[in-house]
């Protein structure tokens, strides 16, 4: 092995750093990003105005949410396809609450804990029953999207109450989406990266049984990492049901799909154990500004998904390029 | 004797790394020929080459005196060259016959799978090996490491290999496995068959082999016939060093029991275990793979608790129901696999490290990352690690580095109770010793080790103490003044069967 043997000095380890940073997947995001909004806004430059860039920001800010919850849970080593339902269920739950005549902050709060409520009980069967959350959450989809449709019938929910719509304010001018999701990523980056419970998330979604033996308890780390993504799920979907001034008490489709999109494009490795939720937030950013820029040049919207479906192949490709390359130097 | 076999100024480098640089090395038809090196030193890279997984960048291959190029593992076993690598490449849910003739299966007139011929054939190649009772009926799951590692060798036969590369055979198998592997390795040799050995055991190379080769550092460092060498040479060779012991156990004050296991039971792994290791002591337990041993030591670690029994933590009496607790208790467990008990291979060394005492380098919520990476840097100087620095991925470092990775995360939590489960295996020469004067000095300061290994020279070396497992009980205690590798090997492999044991 020719690793070098040298302590390293400080002035090393910066480099190092800086290098690190450079080769991000976030800073990889984050260029396409900017070179999508230069391109775009150069071929068509109301794609740059005020109003589209609002648009793009605040009418995906709840995937940028949900996604951060769905990355903890992939770095768990766990994923949860039944997130598009849920919010779909608890946008309805909220909405009725609302127009019941139940406190504002009462229709705001209740779908936290309810969405807490519903992935603790996935995180038990989990954690404690040794069953694969794949599975538990795909029957988890499918009671919450059919009980939803048998209850409501899929009516639209309207007369919400004057001062519910919490995704319409802007707070110092800014729009409360766009404040919830920088302060929820920056939130939870930090939470992921400098605590003690993110480092064990990182542990177990690694090598569980290692963490295990070094002492970690796994069964609490999943019950935290699938509560935790609850009460994302939750906000996620209050901002979904307060955007506009009705809701459709149906479930999104393909919204899953859409939020597990963004933790992957973002860096999270789908085997546990790496990724970031600073790169899931890009990534949902970026998702959206494709979507947006498609209308722009005069493609049609319809093939957004596909290239949704190119961007997972390409970053799960770059990610095995880089082990593959990382393999063979040792 | 006209070598078979040659390789000329062979070069191959991957990025960042000159994992060969003009080595040579040649095969003589019906030779043993071991290939020595510590880890890294590039005797992966060369067997790659031979294989065909890999294509040198330089340099030329001969065979039978024919310049010869393979493009693909296939190419080389078309050209009668077979590799049995460590981790055996079998299809567990097939069975013994399928998988012998994978790929190549007999078949009938009218191409359909001749499964009559192929049992048939399966079962004389197998016993051509002098291998019996192996029904190649059955799946290859079920089978032991060592009965795997059978089909593996009948495979490579099946088609017809003039030259069988073997890497680290006999790394996991028992005792008893690996003296009939010497039997098969000597048989093929006879019938003209030339045998790569790769080993990191020099006693299987002066058993077993001809010739020796040895690299370092990826550069080519000497050939040998084995006749005319001796341990110290092929040592010195290897480490560019002189070691004068390898295992140098230094004398520690040994004080009061630390450890008390009484009657532990944990069938049908183990039963009536009982021992006490005090503050300064080395135990060594010895035993073959299969004797439980291990399952003590998870048992007192907790990763799977006993039935029933007593521990005692410095004259407490303590139930042990998981890691955690074995860790509040000053207890530390380096595993045997530290590729799935040990690393958390995604992470850096910094947070492999910190792992056992995250609560302790935690202010509050938070991990304190300067102290974090003061842990790490103690580890790295204290260890010796050979990283580029803290913030390495640890899936980067050398087996032996990892291992030393394990280590210092369990010595970061300031155990007074080392339980060590093959400390040293899979490590090159180097680190071993390193390893070995480490858990001296641990002893030393006071810490008592529990140490399993199944390798006597080395359990002789270390250990003040010797217990001896077999299936599943402590049989045999040994003082370290009155142990002979004869008296510990006859009570490991039982009484009739201690003449063979004598000469592994």
């Known amino acids: 092995m020719a690793a070098a043997a040298l302590p390293s000095a400080p002035g090393r380890r910066l480099l190092g750093g800086l290098r690190r940073i450079a080769g991000s997947q976030e800073m990889v995001l984050f260029l396409c990003i900017v070179i999508l909004l230069v391109v775009v806004g150069t071929i068509n430059p109301r794609y740059v105005a005020e109003r589209n860039l609002h648009s793009i920001f605040l009418g995906n800010a709840y995937i940028a949410v949900a996604a951060i919850g769905m990355s903890m849970v992939i770095i768990s080593g766990n994923i949860d396809i039944s997130v598009g339902s849920l919010i779909g269920v608890l946008a309805t739950l909220s909405g009725s609450l609302a127009v019941d005549g139940y406190p504002i902050l009462v229709s705001w709060l209740a779908p936290l804990v309810v969405g807490a409520m519903v992935t603790a009980f996935i995180g038990f069967l989990v954690a404690y029953l040794r069953m694969p959350s794949i599975v538990v959450s795909l029957g988890m989809l499918s009671i919450l999207k059919g009980g939803l449709i048998s209850v409501t019938g899929g009516a639209w929910i309207t007369n919400l109450p004057v001062g519910y719509a919490l995704a319409q304010m802007r707070p110092l001018s800014i729009p409360m989406p766009i404040w919830f999701m920088v302060v929820l990523t920056i939130g939870a980056a930090l939470w992921m990266r400098y605590t003690a419970t993110g480092r064990a998330i990182y542990a177990v979604g690694g090598n569980a049984e290692a963490a295990r033996v070094s002492g970690i308890s796994r069964r609490r780390t999943i019950m935290t990492v699938f509560i935790v993504h609850g009460v994302f799920v939750g906000i996620a979907s209050v901002l979904f049901a307060t955007q506009l001034s009705v809701i459709q008490s149906t479930v999104p489709p393909n919204l899953e799909l859409t939020i597990i999109t963004a933790s992957v494009v973002g860096g999270v490795s789908i085997l546990g154990g790496t990724g970031t939720v600073i790169g899931s937030t890009l990534a949902a950013i970026l998702l959206a500004a494709i979507g947006s820029s498609l209308i722009f040049v005069g493609i049609s919207p319809y093939w957004l998904r596909a290239v949704q479906g190119f961007l997972i192949l390409i970053t799960v490709l770059a990610d095995l390029i880089r082990r593959r390359r990382q393999a063979r130097a040792r | ?504």
Do not use: C
């Open chain 2, 1 to 504: 004797m006209q070598a078979v076999l040659e390789l000329d100024d062979i070069s191959k480098s991957f990025p960042g790394v000159q994992a060969l640089d003009r080595v040579h090395f040649n095969v003589r038809a019906g030779e043993v020929h071991a290939l020595l090196g510590e880890n890294g030193a590039g005797k992966s890279t060369l067997i790659k080459i031979v294989s065909g997984v890999y294509q040198p960048d330089s340099g030329r291959v001969l065979l039978n005196g024919r310049a010869v190029r393979f493009e693909s593992p296939r190419a080389a076993h078309a050209a009668g060259i077979a590799t049995i690598f460590q981790e055996l490449l079998l299809f567990p849910q097939l069975t013994v016959a399928e998988n012998i003739f994978m790929g190549h299966a007999p078949r009938t007139r009218f191409g359909a799978i001749d499964w009559g011929a192929m049992r048939t054939r399966a079962e004389e190649i197998l016993a051509s090996l002098d291998i019996h009772g192996l029904d190649v009926s059955r799946d290859v799951g079920a089978l032991t490491v060592g009965n795997r590692q059978r089909v593996e060798i009948a495979k490579a036969l099946s088609q017809n290999a003039r030259i069988l590369i073997m890497d680290e055979p006999t790394a996991a198998l028992a005792e008893a496995d690996v003296l009939h592997l010497f039997r098969i390795v000597r048989l093929l040799r006879e019938r003209g068959v030339s045998i790569v050995y790769i080993s990191h055991r020099l006693e299987e190379v002066f058993q077993l082999a001809d010739r020796v080769t040895v690299l370092r550092d990826g550069a080519f460092v000497g050939s040998r016939q084995v006749a005319e060498t001796s341990r110290g040479e092929l040592i010195n060779m290897m480490v560019g060093r002189t070691i004068s012991n390898l295992f140098p156990k230094l004398d520690a004050e040994i004080g009061e029991p630390v450890l008390e296991v009484k009657d532990l039971q944990g069938p049908p792994l183990f039963h009536d275990v009982s021992l006490q290791l005090r503050a300064g002591e080395v135990v060594g337990l010895a035993g073959l793979v299969g004797s439980g041993r291990s399952e003590v030591a998870q048992a007192i670690f907790g990763i799977k608790p006993a039935d029933a029994g007593e521990i005692r933590v410095s004259g407490q009496r303590v139930r042990i129901a998981s890691p955690g607790q074995a860790k509040r208790l000053g207890i530390a467990y380096v595993p045997e696999d530290r590729g799935t008990q040990g690393l958390i291979r995604p992470m850096r060394l910094r947070e492999n490290v910190s792992l056992a005492v995250l609560r302790q380098v935690a202010r509050g919520w938070f991990v304190d990352r300067r102290a974090e990476t003061e842990l790490a840097d103690r580890s790295i100087r204290q260890l010796d690690i050979r990283a580029s620095g803290p913030e390495q991925l640890v899936a980067k470092l050398s087996g032996g580095n990892q291992q030393k990775v394990v280590l210092g995360k369990w010595l970061a939590a300031k155990p007074r109770v080392l339980l060590m489960d093959e400390p040293t295996r899979g490590v090159d020469i180097g680190a071993k010793s390193e390893i070995h004067r480490l858990m001296s000095g641990l002893a030393q300061s006071g810490l008592a080790v529990l140490m399993i290994s199944s390798e006597l020279p080395e359990i002789m070396g270390m250990s003040d103490r010797i217990l001896v497992m077999r299936e599943g009980t402590i049989v045999a205690e040994f003082a370290r003044a009155t142990a002979t590798q004869e008296a510990i090997a006859a009570a490991m492999m039982s009484e009739q069967a201690a003449p063979v044991a004598a000469s592994a």
